[in-house]
């Protein structure tokens, strides 16, 4: 079973993907950040992301596509682009078939470290020690996209098991 985590942004968009080999045991297929250039118009920013998840889904064909649920602050603009770049995600999700599943911040965190109080430093640590990955992370969001990924296989895709 293949899972793809997603932090969505346009500026940052971390991405995840980790085989489940057997069990609780997980390979990490592919990680990182599409970042577009931020003065680029929406659009142009939203194609890049495209186009880059698109390679994903091409190459590794996510069964389940994960993404963090979006919380909404005061800023009107944020929540709006960040709904586009969401919007992307789940087009893709549903052009190449795959289950979708979203979680909010707190459910990421207490599937991953125990607690909807932990900080980016304690996912980044959990992460790291359940996929026994030494290399340091590109950034937060892409250890959150792979934290998102772990969520999804600990409250759904275990029930399937």
């Known amino acids: 079973m293949i899972i793809l985590g997603v932090d969505p942004g346009t500026i940052r968009l971390g991405y995840g993907l980790i085989n489940v080999v057997r069990g609780n045991k997980f390979q990490i297929l592919a990680s990182g950040v599409i970042a577009p250039a931020p003065k680029k118009p929406i659009f142009e920013r939203l194609g890049q992301i495209l186009q880059k998840l698109e390679e ?18 005061t800023n ?4 709006i682009s960040l709904g586009e770049a969401r919007g992307v995600v789940l087009s893709l999700a549903g052009k190449y078939e795959s289950d979708f599943q979203e979680f909010s911040p707190l459910s990421v965190k207490q599937s991953i470290t125990g607690s909807g109080k932990a900080d980016k430093e304690q996912v980044q640590k959990m992460v790291r020690m359940i996929l026994n990955y030494d290399k340091d992370f590109k950034s937060a969001d892409e250890s959150d996209a792979l934290a998102i990924a772990l ?9 399937n098991n």
């Open 56 to 73: 994903i889904f091409l190459l590794h064909k996510p069964n389940i596509v994960s993404l963090e649920k979006s919380f909404y602050g």
């Open 76 to 79: 009107a603009k944020t929540a």
């Open 151 to 159: 969520c999804c296989y600990y409250r759904v895709a275990s029930r």
